[in-house]
């Protein structure tokens, strides 16, 4: 990393890109909502960027890569209207006060979250934050969405610590939206018994077509005081006609602000790239860990859940829809057709081995996410199941059936369909 060092006029806005490290050497700065003075420091991540505001003429120094770049901008870097909805939303004396942000991808949905936490702090709120996005989760890991609490200001939502979070099992929402609601009640009473006086829901930028789907449902589960639109140039209009009567019902203030002017947009390759690391941090320290799949409770899948029945040699697990022989090796017709008619039901033959790289949820009895877990060897015959994760052994008492594999190296490698296992 190199060093450099810059003088601020009062009034200047500078377009930060990380990584970057800033020390403050005199004067006064504000980034995000926070205000930050002599001798305070703040980092800007890879692949992210914030405004820098100077609240005075000041000094700071920034130590930066051959990534990182800053440029001076004409044009506010944190619209006006977004103060303004800050303090409107402040005038609330609604608690808990339930706050969306809504926009397409790349508008600084997660932006305008950062900028609200910090602001909230400031006024000395105990304020949550709900991280509705599986694919670029900030909070939790990929696959999740999470939650936690702002107890320091921040430059980026990844900086608040997980307090829950609840396995969806893939990146993408797709086919999986009753997780995402449920997840998302489960982590507003979290935070409720956590008394969050103010609860901050970031979501996906998926807006359109089937997206729409979810944001109505997102917002008729979580009853929001309040709704940002963020928009480039009104292309959420139909939210507020969907919204447009019910609103007073449901109690609901919706608002259009607009789109962050600029920011560090991420490429597909990027996103995996973080998605990436994400994984990896979730396994850090990770080991095997052997547990019996019976003995737990199974969210979200067949395996697990059925009866463990021996025919002749072949271990099966009886389900009201089917029974599952596993085997890793085919098995004759007729003797699949014997067990069907002993049975009376159809019969599928599963090798276990196909659970291998599975990503799975772990759980305690209160539901509370312990960790992910890649499923490493399920041996049917001793219902022993390896699972290679950093939870405690101890507290596990739920596994939730993951619809994607990845490998132990953060290696996205296979998508499956719900209940496919
Ligand atoms: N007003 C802003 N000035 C400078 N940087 C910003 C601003 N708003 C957001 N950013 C930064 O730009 C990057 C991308 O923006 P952000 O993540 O907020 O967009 P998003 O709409 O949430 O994207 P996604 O659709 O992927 O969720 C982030 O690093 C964010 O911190
Ligand atoms: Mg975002």
């Known amino acids: 990393m190199s ?11 500078i377009f930060a890109v990380g990584p970057l490290r800033i020390s403050i050497i005199s004067g006064k700065i504000d980034v995000f909502g926070w205000e930050y003075k002599k001798d305070d420091e703040l980092i800007i991540q890879e692949f992210r960027s914030a405004p820098i505001l100077a609240l005075e003429n000041s000094k700071i120094t920034i130590q930066f890569s051959e990534k990182s770049y800053i440029s001076v901008s004409d044009k506010p870097l944190i619209p006006d209207e977004w103060k303004k909805f800050a303090e409107e939303c402040l005038n609330k004396k609604k608690k808990p006060l339930k706050i969306m942000v809504i926009g397409s991808v790349d508008t600084g949905k997660t932006g305008l979250v950062t900028f609200l ?88 930028g998926w807006v359109f077509d089937l997206g729409r789907e979810l944001k109505i449902s997102k917002i008729l589960s979580t009853e929001p005081d309040m709704i940002a639109l963020l928009e480039a140039e009104n292309e959420l209009y139909h939210y507020e006609a969907t ?33 990436k690391r994400l994984y990896l941090k979730a396994f850090v320290d990770a080991k095997e860990i052997s547990l019996k799949l019976h003995d737990l409770s199974i969210l979200y899948g067949y395996i697990g859940t059925g009866k463990l ?22 098995i004759e017709a007729d003797i699949i057709k014997a067990i069907e008619e002993k049975f009376n039901k159809k019969a599928i033959v599963f090798n276990p081995d196909e659970l291998k790289e599975i990503l799975v949820g772990l759980i305690d009895k209160n539901m509370h996410f312990l960790g992910l877990g890649i499923v490493s060897n399920y041996n049917p015959e001793t219902d022993e199941i390896k699972i290679y994760t950093r939870a405690p052994q101890d507290k596990i008492v739920g596994l939730i059936w993951g619809l994607m594999k990845i490998t132990i190296n953060g290696e996205e490698k296979a998508w499956l369909k719900p209940w496919q296992i």
Not at 3 to 13: A, F, N, Q, T
Not at 184 to 190: H, Q, S, T, V
């Open 3 to 13: 060093k450099i060092s810059i003088e601020l006029l009062k009034g200047r806005w």
């Open 309 to 330: 029945t021996k025919i002749d040699e072949l271990i099966c697990e009886e389900h009201p829809e089917k029974i599952i022989i596993f085997s890793q090796k085919d």
């Open 243 to 275: 919204l447009k009567e019910i609103a007073r019902g449901l109690n609901v203030k919706i608002r259009h602000l607009p789109a962050s002017p600029v920011l560090r947009a991420r490429t597909r390759e990027e996103r995996r790239e973080i998605r």
């Open 117 to 204: 936490a910090n602001y909230f702090l400031k006024k000395k709120k105990k304020i949550a934050v709900i991280d509705a996005d599986t694919g670029q989760q900030d909070i939790a890991f990929p696959t999740c969405i999470g939650m936690g609490f702002v107890e320091k200001p921040i430059t980026h939502l990844s900086e608040i610590e997980m307090s829950d979070a609840f396995f969806i099992g893939r990146t993408s929402p797709a086919e999986l939206f009753d997780r995402v609601l449920v997840g998302l009640r489960f982590l507003m009473k979290k935070a409720l018994e956590n008394h969050a006086e103010i609860i901050l829901l970031d979501t996906t």
